[in-house]
DNA sequence: CTACCGGATTTTTTT
DNA sequence: AATCCGGTAG
């Protein structure tokens, strides 16, 4: 990362004030030697945070505190691990705390859990999770659930807790008909949510910000403990994180934040970018560090994606330059379609490997995780060794997560969503009426359903359903003593005992994905127990929980890294190629209706190009397959904001015969269609606007272009790029 | 209670 | 295009 690295010591004593400081640039040296008060280090793209900051925490550890008060909330637990690793080879230990915002909440409401009435064994919720309580919340209030899309009231009660509004505020709040039927759904959830002891990502945050805010106690105990707060990414912090960072640095003020305005990518899930604009104004005498030289890029690289950002009109102004080389221009590719555009990419991977480029080098990066497919199949065709950024992909996936399920009941015997989902997981006879029996049975005792699950006297009211429960239950009997183990023998317990794995290997179609998945897990899962020691399955279950798409990439695997631009934030890479520029996908545009944020949209590609340390490349295709049917593409407004000095076009733009001969008049021909070309053939009657009539004589198919010799009225003969010519087909009957 | 069939719908991005 | 959900038949 970086060119900076932290020197390495010799010894594990602590480096000197002096040793962490060494080789830093006169701005770097400022932000990392600042202590006391707010600081505000505005970051241009590469121009060595992490290192300063990362840097700043040793210092302050060396010099002012004790490395258990500081603590360093980062954007992904990945970039979390690195800094920890960094911050103990500077020989400060392990004891300071450097986490994600979602991971500390966890953390602290795990540890005073009782301040806001929870179990200590709550469970992380995921998206799909809560997507489920949602739907039962739409069903319990007897809401039509035509009118009331899940994903919909999913996001609005997401951003309702971002903005740190509980069902009681929000119904206060409430100004239209609309909200006020919103927070009886929203009230209605949470009741379930309580209920099963489960927290949603967005309550982690909120019962954190809460708890701060209306416990003195709790808040002071805090703010002693941690005195030094560093928060990276600060221009991607919704309200309740804001609110978190403020109440905890209120009393000794040291507040510093770090990021980018332009990098701000996360405005659709409540980031503000306001919380980074007026730091200065919530903290009166603030020092403020920018960092503008870029070590990171190429200058053609760094031209390009300055140029892109300076189309953004609400923007704090910035210079970044550098003392990097020259580099490459920046390749724009125009391609037919997915395929191909794969094909092309495996093609410059292959070369650039042959050439000496480690895989490490390589990525790809996409606006929509579904573009990655025809990558996938095009990589593994070219043998070309790849990883996907996913994190939780990976335990979305069916068997992953009814395994979870069972380990999430024997924890907390509240989680009746889990509990539901595996009473009959694999099939054990137990149908949806004996299971809304013990739930009348349940809310008729006032007990949990797993209560009434384990209580023989129920089952026998059950008659024959009762004896499949009552098997149901001795497994969870069983399967309970493991939890107090290390999580990898759990899960293996579990996996077996549970006849999950019998399930799986019984299908007559046996197919080894999903006891891959489960394999990888429990190897997981072990690498855990053997790391932590003394952590436990609760822990496991929480780390898991919160696992990052970006959390998953290993820099060292050895292969071509696959991930969405959203996830590239704070990576790097030498060779960086770009898919999918084009209009309505990367300025997204999911329907008619939205217009999107073009802006935010617009620092999104910022932040992927800005990744490239010297060579980067950005493909688009003029017929793309979205939503099951094929469309055609207008080439990304965004490229055409690029500086034409520093772009390569591919392929060349000179054909010279073009009447319009602009880049636009390329980006959305007229002419015939590709589909068309299909069925062009030798003898197929064309005209051309500057040679007029004239008849195919050859023709030649290639991976992207098609080739065709053209012989015309007036006996010029000339071979032309199909897919780029303004050549039409004429029919047979038009020539007179 | 399970298995199967056909219509509807989908995630854009993530902790 | 592929998956998921709900309804119906066995």
Known sequence: MGVIDIPMLSEPSNATAADILAGLTEPQREA????????LVLAGAGSGKTSVITRRAAYIAATVARPHEVLAITFTNKAAGEMRDRVEALGFGRSMTVCTFHSLCARLLRVYHNAVGLSQNFTIYDQDDSRAVIKRAIRSCEFDSSNWPVSKVQAQISHAKNDLLDPDAFEKNAT?????????????????????????????????ALALQHDEELRARLEDRYRYVLIDEYQDTNEAQYRIAHLLTQKHGNLCATGDPDQSIYGWRGANIKNILRFEEDHEGAKVVRLEQNYRSTKRILSAASRLILANAHRKKKDLWTENPEGKKVRVVECENAEEEADFICAQ??????????????????????????????????????????GQAFYGRREIKDLLAYIRVLINPADATSLRR??????????????????????????????????????????????????????????????????????????????????????????????????????????????????????????????????????????????????????????????????????????????????????????????????????????????????????????????????????????????????????????????????????????HPRYDLGQVIAIRRGASRTHATIKFQSGDQQTFVLEFADLTRVDFDEVG
């Not at 990392?32 to 600081?39: I, M, Q, R, Y």
């Not at 959830?189 to 982690?204: R, V």
């Not at 025809?374 to 060794?385: D, I, N, S």
């Open 32 to 39: 990392a030697a600042h202590t006391e008060g707010p600081l």
């Open 176 to 208: 239209h008909w609309h909200e006020e039927q919103l927070s009886r759904l929203y009230f209605a959830y949470q009741k379930i949510l309580t209920k099963e002891q489960g927290l949603d990502f967005d309550d982690l945050l909120m019962k954190t």
């Open 349 to 390: 991977l292959r070369q650039a490997m042959s050439g000496g480029r480690s895989a490490n080098d390589l990525a790809i990066f996409y606006r929509l995780s579904s573009l990655s497919l025809a990558l996938e199949l095009a990589l593994t065709r070219a043998g070309v060794p790849y990883q996907i950024a996913r």
């Open 422 to 687: 595996i009473i009959n997981t694999p099939t054990r006879g137990i149908g949806k009426t004996t299971v809304s029996k013990l739930e009348t049975a349940a809310q008729r005792t006032g007990r949990s359903m797993l209560d009434v699950v384990m209580d023989p006297a129920e089952l026998q009211a059950l008659g024959r359903g009762g004896t499949r429960v009552a098997e149901f239950a001795r497994l969870l009997q069983e399967l309970k003593p493991y939890t107090d183990g290390p999580a990898a023998d759990a899960l293996r317990s579990v996996f077996d005992k549970s006849g999950l794995h019998a399930s799986l290997r019984g299908q007559e179609t046996v197919d080894e994905i999903p006891l891959e998945n489960v394999d990888n897990l429990i190897a997981e899962a072990k690498k855990f127990d053997e790391a932590e020691p003394e952590g436990t399955l609760v822990n496991w279950l929480e780390q898991t929980a919160l696992l990052g798409d970006a959390d998953t990439i290993d820099e060292h695997a050895g292969r071509v890294t696959l991930m969405t631009l959203h996830a590239s934030k704070g990576l790097e890479f030498p060779m960086v190629f770009i898919v999918g520029l084009e209009d309505e996908l990367l300025p997204f545009r999911r329907d008619q209706d939205d217009w999107g944020d073009k802006e935010e949209e617009r620092r999104l590609c910022f932040v992927g190009m800005t990744r490239t340390k010297e060579e980067l490349t950005l493909t688009h295709t003029r017929w793309r397959m979205r939503r099951g049917r094929i469309q055609r593409n207008v080439r990304s407004p965004f490229i055409e904001e690029l500086p034409a000095e520093e772009i390569e076009w591919l392929p060349e733009q000179t054909d010279g015969f073009s009447t319009a001969g602009s880049r636009h008049g390329r980006s959305a021909p007229s002419g015939q269609l590709p589909h068309d070309i299909e069925q062009w053939q030798v003898g197929t009657l064309v005209r």
